[in-house]
Each structure stands twice: as structure tokens, then as C-alpha cells.
């Protein structure tokens, strides 16, 4: 079983990046992609844990970008980490991610629910910080039951306790990936209203303009006639299916490790885009 999409605790998931490994080795995976929220940080700890375990882990990120002032996520495989110029961005959007938190304190202040920035730096195992771990310091608090609760209430897309933050347009994250030798693909295209931002014109665009790989077609976010039209969509423009659980450990209900998977003819094309670009997994 191969799963091309999951989180450790260096972004937003729970686990450490070894206790990740550990995890994909009980959901019995073959193979697992760390596509961690804008960094590389716990690829190297997943990788030495895996050698141990006999299990796969490939390289992965997923890069928030925007299309048309919307949120879009970018998975990224195989990227050098060492690009300069992929490294700056991560830079960029990381930082924003920080100086964010504290306009949203002010406006968890208001709202009568104080709390410190050192209250959500505990929660952020690492340097990706992001509403998630507002969300678990609002827990901590005892204000809120879960993060769920926290994000329906409070910190969703213009919600009372949102603040926005910078990242770059779709088109350049794609090419950033692309010329750090990875494999650019689209995260859960059509959940969440993304239907109408990244319409088949859209994506065809991305695809002749930027060189697009691929599109997540099986992911929790999409319903089975949803995966249906964009799997015949991505085969009718030659782009890769992929399939993955966006495993978050406990801070994401739902998305245990291996409940959507890509199948071996996929992950063996898209190897070799890594491996004709210089790129590594
Ligand atoms: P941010 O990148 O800081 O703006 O936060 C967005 C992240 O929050 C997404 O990548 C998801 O992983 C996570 N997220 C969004 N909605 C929820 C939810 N309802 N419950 C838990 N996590 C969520
Ligand atoms: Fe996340
Ligand atoms: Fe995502
Ligand atoms: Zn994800």
C-alpha cells in the first residue's frame, strides 16, 4: 500500500516523525510520502527511523500557495532540499505563518479567550507553525473540546479569529518545485469549494503553463462521484492520479494512515519525473 500524503508533529500532524514511521508500519503501508506544511524539517529523522523499519518513506512537502486570493495546497516529491531558491520561499512563508499568531491573539483577546504566544509555541512541535496549534492551545486552555471545534467557530477562512498569511501564486509554487527536481501535484483539488477555483480550464492552464504533474484524486475531502470525474479529467490531460489519507495523528479525525492510497504504476511514473529531473525520494 502506498500513501502519498501525511503529516508529523514538525507541521501540523501529532507524531513525532518517528513515532510517523512506527504508525505507517501498523496500518501495514509499503510505502508512505511526509508531506509536512512548508518544510523538510522531519524528513531526515522519518527516513533513518524507516531504514530500521523496513518501511518506505519518501520525500514530500505541502506547500501552501494561492490561486485567485484562494487557499490552494501543493504537494511537492522528491524536491532537493537544498534549493535555494524553494529554501528562500519556505523562509517566507514560514515567517508569515509566526507574525501572524500574534494578530490572531489579539482577536482571541477580544473574543474573551486570552491566551500567550508561548501557550502556541508549546503546541507547534516545530518551525511550521499554523491555526492548528492555536487551536490546541485554545484546548489546553480548557476553552474548547478540539481543534474541530476550534476551526468551526473560530479559525476558519475569515472566521472571527482568522488572520491571513502570505504565500506564494500557485504557478510559482509549481515551478519552484519543479526546478528543485521534484514532482508538483495538487492536494485535494475539488474539496472544500475548490471546484470552482480550479476548474478543468484552470488546471489545463497550469498544466501548459507551468508544467503541472499531477492532481490528488483520492483524498477524504472528495466525494466517490468527485474522485470519478477528476481521475477521468487527469487521464483525459495526462496528469498523474494520486491518492492519499493527509494523515494529521490525532489532530485531524478521519484520516487514518493508508484509507486512500495510489496504486504502484502511478508512484513508478512519477519516479521517474523525479529521477529524469535530478531530483531524489
Ligand atoms: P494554516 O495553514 O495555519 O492556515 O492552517 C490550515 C491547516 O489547518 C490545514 O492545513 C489543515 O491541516 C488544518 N485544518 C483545517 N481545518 C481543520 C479542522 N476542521 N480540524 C483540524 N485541522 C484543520
Ligand atoms: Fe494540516
Ligand atoms: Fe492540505
Ligand atoms: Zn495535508
Known amino acids: 500500500m502506498i500513501d502519498l500524503h501525511a503529516h508529523s508533529a514538525v507541521s501540523d500532524g501529532t507524531d513525532t516523525p518517528e513515532e510517523f514511521v512506527q504508525a505507517a508500519l501498523d496500518a501495514r503501508l509499503d510505502v508512505v510520502a511526509l508531506t ?3 518544510t523538510f524539517d522531519g524528513i531526515e529523522r522519518a527516513k533513518a527511523e524507516a531504514l530500521r523499519c523496513g518501511v518506505r518513506v519518501l520525500a514530500g512537502i505541502e506547500l501552501s500557495t494561492q490561486f485567485d486570493g484562494a487557499s490552494v495546497h501543493l504537494l511537492g516529491y522528491g524536491c532537493n532540499g537544498e534549493d535555494v531558491r524553494l529554501a528562500h ?8 505563518r509566526l507574525s501572524r499568531i500574534p494578530g490572531m491573539l489579539e482577536r482571541l483577546a477580544d473574543l474573551g479567550l486570552p491566551l500567550t504566544i508561548e501557550e502556541v509555541q508549546v503546541q507547534a512541535g516545530g518551525v511550521s507553525v499554523g491555526r492548528p496549534h492555536v487551536a490546541d492551545a485554545l484546548v ?10 476550534a476551526f468551526e467557530r473560530l479559525l476558519y477562512d475569515g472566521g472571527p479569529a482568522y488572520v491571513e498569511r502570505y ?3 500557485l504557478g510559482r509554487g509549481i515551478d519552484l518545485i519543479r526546478e528543485a527536481g521534484g514532482v508538483a501535484v495538487i492536494a ?46 487527469a487521464a483525459a490531460m495526462g496528469l498523474l492520479a494520486t491518492g492519499g489519507s493527509d494523515y494529521h495523528g490525532t489532530g485531524k479525525t478521519g484520516h487514518p494512515l493508508g484509507c486512500h492510497t495510489t496504486s504502484p504504476e502511478v508512484l513508478q ?8 529531473r535530478g531530483g531524489a525520494l
Open 89 to 96: 520561499e519556505l523562509e517566507k512563508i514560514r515567517r508569515s
Open 140 to 149: 489546553a486552555r480548557g476553552y474548547l473540546a478540539n481543534r474541530t471545534e
Open 36 to 38: 509536512d506544511h512548508d
Open 188 to 233: 485535494h483539488p475539488w474539496g472544500r469549494g475548490g471546484r470552482s477555483i480550479l476548474s478543468p480550464s484552470v488546471l489545463r492552464s497550469l498544466v501548459f503553463d507551468h508544467g503541472l504533474d499531477g492532481v490528488e484524486v483520492d483524498h477524504n475531502d472528495h466525494d466517490a462521484r468527485t474522485s470519478a470525474e477528476l481521475r477521468k479529467l
Open 269 to 276: 511514473a512519477l519516479e521517474s519525473l523525479v529521477h529524469s
Open 167 to 169: 504565500a506564494p501564486k
